[in-house]
């Protein structure tokens, strides 16, 4: 049971590891400059590298939360009490880590919502929305290192160091903020997805792939309940909190990864157009005694080509997810481009 749920919390880490790794590939391919997000993705490798470094110490080792019998079983000086205070030292650095996830997905979120949102927003609210971000960051890791007061009974074994090896505050300090901000950051696209003016079924799209964050304040609940039911197993904990790590991880490259494929879908549509517009009814088609199978570009193609050809904007836009276009804060599908820069007829 024990090993099961050891290679299971490795599972975890490395798909998530993968995760942000094509997110980062994929935006290579499409050879556009890296924006906040994509080195937000860098810093949450990173992070998860520490995660991965210290999780099987943690669980190989054991720690201090045990129960009263278990703990009245150990002898004084022995190794196992050796390993669980190492392990328990582990333990810190990896709730650290657990935190340190959990807020760079945010950062990742909070830079793909700003891309989209800045013509709905003044500049002085997405400021302070990132300050938050940043504060609960520092308010959760300070629960996290002050709980224990002193410092030493986080790796104290013998004699018991008290409850406070449990977390529960810190536990639902961590998960209160972790949800709220989830919450906060959903709200800042309620005005985007109300006054943008698309088809009911785009509009229901965006509003499913904006409000995946849902998913995760459920994780987050069921984590907590899970956790305060079984206090004294870290294996539960540890689990839990690495499924929660993987969902916010996924959904916080799930709209990078959906407007990349849709900027490729579009930019080979719009290839094929133009290509197809680059050989003149009359020739090969009229020959067969067919029909010419190619169509001019539509505005909206040929605009979009126009756009991801230059590469001058690495973020993504509201073109790009539903191929429409934003002018003062409304998408309009199919409108026509303004005179000025229009791309020449073939």
């Known amino acids: 049971m024990d090993d099961d749920i050891f290679v299971t919390i490795l599972a975890f880490s490395i798909i998530s590891v993968v995760v942000l790794i ?3 590939t994929a935006r290579r391919l499409q050879k556009v400059r890296f924006d906040t997000g994509d080195y937000l993705a860098l810093l949450g490798i990173l992070v998860w590298g520490c995660f991965l470094g210290v999780v099987p110490g943690v669980i190989l080792l054991g720690t201090n939360n045990m129960t009263s019998a278990a703990r009245a079983a ?19 650095a990896d709730r650290v880590m657990y935190i340190s996830t959990l807020w760079v997905s945010k950062g990742i979120i909070w830079a793909f919502y700003a891309s989209l949102i800045t013509q709905f927003y003044s500049l002085r609210i ?3 929305s990132s300050a938050g971000l940043v504060v609960t960051y520092i308010v959760t890791i300070l629960t996290t290192l002050l709980e224990c007061k002193p410092l030493r009974l986080y790796w104290q074994v013998i004699p018991d160091p008290g409850t406070c090896v449990r977390a529960l505050i810190q536990l639902w300090c961590v998960g209160g903020l972790n949800i709220g901000t989830d919450l906060l ?7 985007v997805l109300v006054r943008v003016q698309l088809p009911w079924y785009k509009k229901l799209g965006l509003s499913f792939l904006f409000c995946m964050g849902t998913f995760l304040v459920a994780i987050t609940a069921v984590r907590i309940a899970m ?3 079984q206090s004294h197993s870290q294996l539960v904990r540890s689990l839990w909190g690495t499924a929660e790590m993987l969902c916010a991880t996924c959904v916080a490259n799930a709209p990078a990864f959906y407007a990349s494929i849709r900027k490729w879908y579009m930019s080979s549509s719009c290839a094929g157009r133009r290509r197809g ?8 088609d009229l020959e067969r005694g067919g029909v010419p199978a190619a169509l001019p570009p539509t505005p909206s193609s040929t605009r979009f080509w126009k756009w991801s050809s230059s590469n001058k904007s690495p973020g993504f836009s509201l073109e790009v997810l539903t191929g429409g276009t934003v002018t003062g804060g409304e998408t309009q599908p199919g409108a026509q481009p303004e005179a000025q820069g ?5």
């Not at 150990?74 to 810190?92: C, F, I, N, T």
Request: glycine share 8%; proline share 10%.
């Open 227 to 229: 956790t305060v039911s």
């Open 342 to 346: 229009a791309p020449a007829q073939t």
């Open 185 to 191: 950051l959903m709200g800042l696209l309620i005005p």
């Open 74 to 92: 150990l002898v004084p000086g022995s190794d196992e009490v050796a390993r669980r205070e190492m392990g328990s030292k582990l333990l810190l």
């Open 277 to 284: 517009a680059a050989n003149p009814p009359g020739t090969a």
């Open 22 to 24: 094509c997110r980062l």
């Open 126 to 128: 997405l400021r302070i």
